[in-house]
């Protein structure tokens, strides 16, 4: 479970720097530069990523509450919703019209679809983590950035194509899901 932990803790700790530790990143900048910030700030996430797999494998899941049958079809509507979400912040969308930080948002309804299919401590401890982290970040970057832009409605074919990409690895990942996970995300 520790590692688990760690991996929550360093991937929040990292991604808080640019908003809370500006300090930090400037001195770090000034010393190893522009490439050099990025490439230790790339290591440390793809760490917390490692202890995050290797604590959820590693942990046998305690039961702390028991989910409604009924959330694991629910939970699979969010899943298609966060992927949405999350495709949005990488094309052009009229999302981005409506939801200033798509991807964060992605993350918080990923964790409230997997909070509400599973009861057991490691899930509580991931996805309660870091959909608490991603409701955290997205003031501190609206207090980072200033005033939200919103931008200009992209083509229909642009919002097509960004809906069958996001859709598409949607399925991948549910298929590999039980490789990765060790759960199989399909009801019955």
Do not use: C
């Amino acid at each position: 479970m520790i590692w688990l932990i760690l991996g929550v803790v360093i991937w929040s700790g990292v991604h808080f720097i640019p908003s809370l530790g500006l300090a930090f990143k400037t001195k770090f900048i000034e010393g190893f530069g522009e490439n050099g910030y990025k490439i230790g700030f790339s290591i440390v996430v793809v760490l917390s990523i490692i202890l995050m797999f290797v604590g959820w494998r590693s942990t046998l899941p305690d039961a702390l509450y028991v989910p409604p049958a009924w959330t694991v079809p629910l939970a699979n509507i969010l899943m298609i919703i966060a992927f949405l979400l999350f495709g949005a912040a990488k094309h052009p969308t009229r999302i981005k019209r409506f939801i200033r930080h798509p991807q964060l948002t992605s993350v918080i309804v990923w964790a409230i679809a997997h909070l509400i299919s599973n009861g057991d401590s490691r899930s509580v401890i991931l996805f309660g983590g870091l959909g608490l982290w991603a409701l955290l970040e997205i003031p501190l970057i609206n207090a980072r950035e200033g005033a939200w832009v919103k931008p200009e409605p992209p083509s229909m074919g642009k919002e097509v194509q960004g809906v069958v990409i996001s859709l598409v690895i949607f399925a991948v990942v549910l298929f590999l899901h039980p490789y990765f996970a060790g759960v199989s995300p399909i009801p019955g």
